[in-house]
């Protein structure tokens, strides 16, 4: 609509200029509504601030003149204060025609500037879970689009691979794990460390139980619990640098990665740079110094370091303990720097992480842009929501959360029963199957995860995300499966000039949408969020759908006719393929 608004927008100025001698900056445009006939609207309402007079008689005084005077507008109505305008075929022909490319339409090819997205920074004592799975698949998703919409983007995660909680896992394997490795278990690494983590929680609580059994109270108990102590000591010994905790720490994590970097790849997602927090914990303390020096911070009794940001509408916030030693917002400041200092051409940061750090990353922000940093102008808080399970919220000490890999793998099983029971496999090899399901089953995954407005809690139904029917990855998957199978039957090649001079009202509301899918890319790039385009790429699906019902293709009365309708699908097609690559999601050639 924006292109057409553009072409307009002069023209209308020009209109209003001429029949009433004012000159108008500012006109309102928006989308003709589907029960009145026209393509776009000019709202006259805001006008009358300029212009005295009847609003129904303005509106047909300039429709009158935009259908003399502009190319592409060929009849008007007016409803009340409202011109609608109906754009000639000819217009959207020319337009379609001039797409010599749909593989790269909508994305920009020169970049101008960077920013850096981060996503996932799990910790290393447990396996990724579904509330990893909806981080990272918004978080790839947002890096796609950024770079689609024409930035320069780096794709990155922080690691928590130190503190207490390593360190609990650590200690139960030396107690409780006589030496096994993931070789010897054939469990994945991230599996095998987080089983060590459940067990330490078990041990914990029991030596609690065991320790109020003999009188002493649950707060103290829990403070007193040997296996705790094992773990501070252990974390005590790391920090110093002991050798032997340091080369454990060091292995178990290596089993983490490892595991890790499988999840990634069978989630499809990947990073082009770690941190690791057990590089950047000691970051941002000789900032802190210098804003001190610069009176950003204040010091307090106890020799602890404050910013007071109440005139701003926040509290006052601590940046180092009275010991000298860091809080998290220290380390964020300071990985934050090095970032920008690791990647000079960046001028912008976006960091996916939960609504429940909204106020961290509130505080964050403006501390950088106290320090006066330029490029604290450009931070974003990708906040979004939980997801449940119809059974109930995750957990993780106790071993219930919901596994990322068994998440995946009952998603791609789920996706294999429906489709033998809908019985869409004729004619595949048993490799061939199971690489559909997985398309199938991982696209409904993402494509529900994704269709939700980030800041929205999920509440995530895996047999509904599968379902064939309805605004699902699989329904979209089928769609495009299905135009590939018209490709092929009609010898589709390449795209050429059209002939035809008149489009059906299906095959010009197909050619509408598709002209919008450069503006959905920018707005979902503006608005970190992959939901616009999950949501525009049903609508073109849907109106697709109803294209192919009411049109025939293979029947068109004349060459040119079928002509455009199988371009027209291939386009279709292959702007799908491209917004669902956009969201992570892969497209089966057949189905």
């Known amino acids: ?109 020169d970049k101008e500037g960077a920013i850096m997205v981060e996503y996932s920074s799990p910790n290393t004592n447990k396996p990724l879970h579904l509330g990893h799975i909806r981080n990272n698949l918004l978080g790839f ?108 720490w060091k292995q178990m994590n290596e089993w983490v990665y490892k595991g890790f970097d499988e999840s990634y790849k069978a989630l499809g997602v990947d990073f082009d740079k770690n941190y690791y927090e057990s590089d950047t914990y000691l970051l941002g303390k000789e900032f802190v110094a210098d804003g001190l020096e610069q009176g950003i911070f204040y010091k307090k009794e106890d020799g602890s370091v404050w910013i007071d940001l109440t005139e701003d509408g926040l509290d006052e916030k601590i940046v180092l303990r009275a010991d000298g030693t860091a809080v998290y917002m220290t380390q964020d400041i300071g990985t934050a720097i090095q970032r920008i200092n690791d990647f000079p051409d960046i001028d912008g940061l976006v960091y996916t992480v939960g609504n429940e750090q909204d106020y961290h990353f509130k505080v964050l922000f403006l501390i950088l842009k106290k320090m006066g940093f330029d490029w604290a102008q450009n931070l974003h808080h990708l906040s979004y929501g939980m997801v449940d399970l119809p059974e109930g919220k995750m957990k993780s000490r106790e071993g219930t959360v919901v596994d990322a890999d068994d998440l995946m793998k009952e998603m791609t099983k789920t996706a294999g029963d429906i489709s033998q029971d809908l019985g869409k496999l004729e004619g595949y090899s048993d490799q061939e199957k199971q690489g559909l399901f997985k398309t199938i089953g991982l696209g409904a995954l993402k494509y ?119 371009q027209l699908s291939y386009g279709v097609s292959a702007v799908i393929k491209s917004s669902f690559a956009l969201l992570g999601i892969q497209v089966p050639e057949r189905m």
């Open 448 to 566: 529900y995860i994704l269709k939700v407005d980030p800041k929205k809690r999920i509440l995530f139904d895996p047999k509904e995300s599968i379902d064939f029917n309805g605004n699902t990855g699989p329904f979209i998957q089928y769609t495009y499966a299905r135009i590939q199978s018209i490709l092929r039957k009609a010898d589709f090649k390449a795209k050429k000039e059209l002939q035809v001079d008149q489009l059906h009202p299906k095959e010009k509301e197909l050619i509408k949408l598709l002209q919008t899918y450069p503006e959905i890319i920018q707005n979902a790039a503006q608005n970190l969020s992959p939901a616009l385009i999950a949501n525009f790429t049903y609508e073109l699906v849907k109106s697709y759908n109803s294209f192919y019902q009411s049109v025939p293709i293979f029947g068109a009365e004349n060459e040119h006719e079928k002509d455009l309708r199988i």
């Open 1 to 109: 609509m924006i292109v057409v608004q553009h072409m307009l927008y002069s023209a209308a100025k020009d209109g209003i200029k001429s029949l009433y001698d004012i000159e108008i900056e500012k006109i309102e445009f928006q989308e003709t509504r589907k029960d009145f006939e026209g393509d776009i609207t000019i709202v006259v309402f805001p006008l009358l601030k300029f212009i005295k007079g009847n609003p129904a008689q303005i509106a047909e005084n300039i429709g009158k003149y935009l259908q003399e005077n502009s190319a592409i507008v060929v009849e008007f109505n007016v409803v009340k204060g409202f011109l609608n305008l109906v754009i000639s075929d000819a217009y959207y022909l020319s337009f379609f025609n001039d797409i010599n490319n749909f593989e790269n339409f909508g994305s920009v090819t």
């Open 141 to 248: 998703s947002v890096a796609e689009i950024l770079g689609a919409a024409g930035k320069k983007v780096y794709k990155t995660q922080i690691i928590n691979d130190r503190g207490i909680h390593i360190c609990k896992s650590m200690v139960a394997w030396q107690k409780f794990g006589n030496g096994e490795t993931p070789e010897s278990t054939g469990l994945k690494g991230d599996k095998l460390v987080g089983n060590y983590y459940v067990i330490f929680d078990k041990e914990y609580k029991k030596e609690i139980e065991t320790l109020v059994g003999q009188g002493v109270e649950e707060d103290e108990a829990k403070k007193q619990a040997p296996i705790l102590l094992e773990a501070q000591e252990m974390l005590r010994r790391w920090e110093a640098g002991d050798k032997e905790v340091v080369s454990l």
